[in-house]
């Protein structure tokens, strides 16, 4: 079992910039890859960013690449999303999810990931 509980976010104005947290607990942290996704309203929710249990391999949906960063902490179970440069299309509520399957993965599915946080919403203004 993995608990997954979002943390950061909130409104800025567009250009700004955000940085959301994700503390997990339950199974060992550094075994497993991990992800970020989001849903915006009316739409389905969709893929944002990979790390790979090390943090040595990162993957990113082309709408992020260049503006967004994902991270990963294993002594602190926490992996982290730096969110610069943001638009008002960034609006919505982002989840972190646990792939406790595999160590890496380029998978834009979230059927391939098997443990979800709560979401934290995150809004830009224009």
């Known amino acids: 079992q993995v608990q997954l509980v979002e943390s950061g976010g909130g409104l800025v104005q567009a250009g700004g910039s955000l940085r959301l947290s994700c503390a997990a607990s339950?199974?060992?942290?550094?075994?497993?890859?991990m992800g970020w996704f989001r849903q915006a309203p009316g739409k389905e929710r969709e893929f944002v960013a990979a790390?790979?249990?090390?943090?040595?391999?990162?993957y990113y949906a082309d709408s992020v690449k260049g503006r967004f960063t994902i991270s990963r902490d294993n002594a602190k179970n926490t992996v982290n999303l730096q969110m610069s440069s943001l638009k008002p299309e960034d609006t919505a509520i982002y989840y972190c999810?646990?792939?406790?399957?595999?160590?890496?993965?380029?998978?834009?599915?979230?059927?391939?990931?098997?443990?979800w946080g709560q979401g934290t919403q995150v809004t830009v203004s224009s």
């Open positions: 339950g199974r060992t942290f550094s075994s497993y890859a």
């Open positions: 999810a646990a792939n406790t399957d595999v160590r890496w993965s380029t998978s834009r599915s979230d059927n391939e990931y098997d443990y």
């Open positions: 790390i790979s249990w090390r943090g040595g391999w990162t």
